[in-house]
């Protein structure tokens, strides 16, 4: 029987093939980092190579160079707030479900980051917010090509990845589905996160966590709230810049804990697989918009026909400035290459092998660990 699925370094954890398996021969397993990877039960494989045609690693799919370029944020003051960067994707979102439409994106529920179906307003609350963690697809594709075949308005917000999976999950484009990239760093497993909430907050049950965030405008950077959980007699709520003491944050940001697939990355380029992509501004040159937008903005790279004509649907809901294409690609490092693997990365990937994410991490980065400390208690010590 031949050997079906892609290279283990390949693989992007999509799960397309997972849904697409009429025998459900295809389970998950997990790497040493806890990222998700199909496996074949060989006594229900049937050998009808379907997980081989539909696997978008094996058969990539066509890209896009951007039409157009645009600064925009929402002109909802409350989702400006309480979204991330221009809140452009709950804006999207929103345009959508207004037309009758649903949104297939990723929420947090408790500490389980995945991917849900959202029919009403009410639901694309939820979604908002920057998840630094790959979410669960699950069986969502099914529901997906059953919304789609309906002939409803679709619209599927993930990474490239992800979205490479439900279109060669689908198999042909339909006008009826409109998708939208996030600009992707790389993502890190949801075992990670959990395995570093454990060492900082060792009480912590993951049942009673109603708010999860990773970047939040009023909190701090990272923001945890449990649910009947407390300190001192207070509502426990668990904060964290971008600094040492809870090392998924820095892990994540220095490249440390992506995915195999995350480092050769075929989406990470100006040429774009989605109608729509969108992610902080990073280039931005425009001072006019930077003076009228100062709580965060978006980048919106307009890729194709269908991403045009649904982006011009849109504009009485938001501020919207078009920009030079160059600008965006010049600002933003996951527009011109993946990750890069450095010696620190690789450090820290072969001490993960044989050492909690915790201990790996304080090795690799024990140099700057300890130089924080120390500013840390000079600072300390001068205010004193």
């Not at 501020?319 to 993946?338: F, M, Y």
Request: glycine share 8%.
């Amino acid at each position: 029987m031949k050997k079906h699925l892609c290279a283990v370094p390949e693989c992007t954890g999509c799960l397309a093939c997972l849904n697409v398996c009429p025998k459900h021969a295809i389970g998950v397993t997990e790497g040493f980092l806890g990222e998700i990877l199909p496996a074949i039960d060989e006594d229900k494989c049937v050998d009808c190579e379907l997980c081989d045609k539909i696997c978008p690693s094996l058969n990539p799919l066509p890209m896009y160079p951007p039409m157009d370029c645009y600064a925009a944020w929402t002109k909802n003051e409350t989702d400006y707030m309480s979204a991330t960067s221009g809140g452009m994707a709950t804006a999207i979102s929103k345009s959508v479900i207004s037309k009758g439409g649903v949104v297939y994106g990723c929420a947090a529920h408790g500490l389980q980051v995945k991917h849900m179906r959202c029919a009403t307003m009410e639901d694309v609350e939820k979604l908002k917010g920057f998840k630094y963690v790959q979410s669960e697809m699950g069986d969502l594709y099914q529901a997906l090509k059953k919304d789609v075949l309906e002939g409803l308005t679709v619209l599927f917000i993930g990474t490239p990845c992800q979205v490479a999976g439900v279109k060669n999950y689908l198999r042909q484009e339909y006008d009826n589905l409109l998708t939208v990239d996030l600009i992707c760093h790389g993502v890190p497993s949801q075992q990670s996160l959990h395995a570093s909430l454990r060492h900082a907050i060792r009480d912590i049950e993951p049942t009673k966590v109603t708010y999860l965030s990773f970047r939040n405008h009023a909190k701090g950077d990272f923001c945890l709230e449990c649910r009947g959980f407390k300190k001192d007699g207070k509502p426990f709520i668990f904060e964290r810049g971008i600094d040492y003491s809870n090392s998924y944050y820095p892990a994540f940001f220095f490249g440390n804990s992506y995915r195999n697939s995350c480092y050769q990355c075929r989406y990470a380029y100006r040429q774009r697989i989605s109608d729509i992509s969108i992610g902080d501004f990073w280039g931005l040159k425009d001072e006019k918009v930077h003076r009228e937008a100062d709580n965060g903005i978006s980048v919106v790279l307009v890729n194709t026909d269908k991403g045009t004509a649904f982006y011009a649907l849109m504009q009485a809901d938001v501020h919207s400035h078009r920009q030079p294409v160059e600008d965006a690609i010049a600002g933003n490092a996951q527009l011109n290459a993946p990750t890069r693997r450095t010696g620190r990365t690789r450090c820290f990937r072969f001490l993960a092998r044989y050492c909690s994410f915790e201990a790996a991490f304080r090795i690799t980065w024990m140099d700057r660990i300890l130089k924080s400390k120390m500013k840390y208690c000079i600072k300390k010590i001068i205010r004193k």
